[in-house]
């Protein structure tokens, strides 16, 4: 039987690259996508509007949008898409960024050969041999790397990336929704490399590239890696704190409302 594999594309203010993104998915993706989400995060630019039009101009598309009842962040993003994976059905859900910096092509070999199949993630790696970077400050490369090894010395195993933009999960792992508290900014995607140690998950990084052109990173680079640094070094000393609540606000339902 067919796997049902849900896409996920989180957007917010991204409506130059949106409809790149969408235009990804051709017939040749699409046979191994079931349906795909947009969760726009209340996007105040035209993002939705554009997302609505590329439905409408392509009724047979199997593509909804969804847009939060408040701006959830990405993390809460990725909340509200494991959520309809998990209500839906779904065998497993990629993770796509709206913004156009990934390219979901990486992905078919992992998606022709089953490679997914075998573990409970793959995971999209920016920095890893076969990799490739274009427009990436080197600054940011080097710092990429450098967090990385932090993670692994901390989780004991090898990591790649703390969060690219392309990822997929297998849905039956996310059950016990144990990334319910974790942040719902852009450090979610470190909780979850912290969650492949401290639960002992069997994740796979795979190189990808990423670009960077005109993408607007919202990345506040000096807060975030001090604020990384303070959940690394809290799991250092006591790994059940990754159960703590990190969420700098208590959201109680992540809500969406589907447009279409
Ligand atoms: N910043 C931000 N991004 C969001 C949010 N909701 C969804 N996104 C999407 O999440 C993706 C990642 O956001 P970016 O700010 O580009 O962060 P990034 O790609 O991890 O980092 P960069 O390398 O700086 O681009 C983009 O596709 C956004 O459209 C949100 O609330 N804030
Ligand atoms: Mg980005």
């Not at 795909?36 to 630019?45: A, K, P």
């Not at 969650?195 to 506040?220: C, H, L, M, T």
């Not at 303070?230 to 990190?246: M, V």
């Amino acid at each position: 039987m067919k796997d049902k594999i849900l896409l996920f594309i989180p957007a917010y203010n991204c409506e130059n690259q949106i409809i790149r993104v969408l235009g990804q998915l051709d017939e040749e993706i699409m046979h191994y996508i079931t349906e795909v989400i947009v969760i726009s995060n209340r996007s105040t630019d035209n993002t939705e509007a554009v997302v609505s039009s590329f439905l409408n101009r392509h009724p047979d598309f199997p593509g909804k949008l969804l847009v939060n009842h408040e701006n959830y962040g990405l993390g809460g993003s990725h909340k509200v898409a494991f959520d309809y994976a998990l209500k839906n059905g779904f065998d497993y859900v990629v993770v796509l960024h709206g913004d156009d910096q990934g390219s979901i092509e990486d992905f078919l070999p992992v998606f022709r050969s089953g490679y997914y199949r075998k573990h409970a993630s793959v995971l999209g790696a920016r920095f890893m041999r076969g990799s490739k970077l274009i427009g990436y400050s080197l600054f940011r490369t080097f710092g990429n790397i450098v967090y990385d090894f932090l993670f692994a010395a901390v989780i004991g195993r090898r990591v790649y990336d703390l969060g690219s933009g392309l990822n997929m999960y297998r849905v039956s792992d996310l059950a016990s929704r144990y990334y319910e508290k974790f942040p719902d900014n852009l450090m979610f995607n470190y909780c979850m490399v912290l969650a492949i140690g401290y639960y002992k998950q069997d994740a796979k990084f795979y190189p990808v590239s990423w670009r960077e052109d005109d993408q607007v990173s919202n990345v506040k680079m000096a807060s975030q890696a001090l604020k990384v640094l303070k959940i690394l070094y809290d799991y250092c000393r006591i790994p059940e704190r990754i159960l703590a609540d990190y969420r700098d606000r208590i959201v109680e339902e992540y809500g969406a409302d589907e447009i279409k």
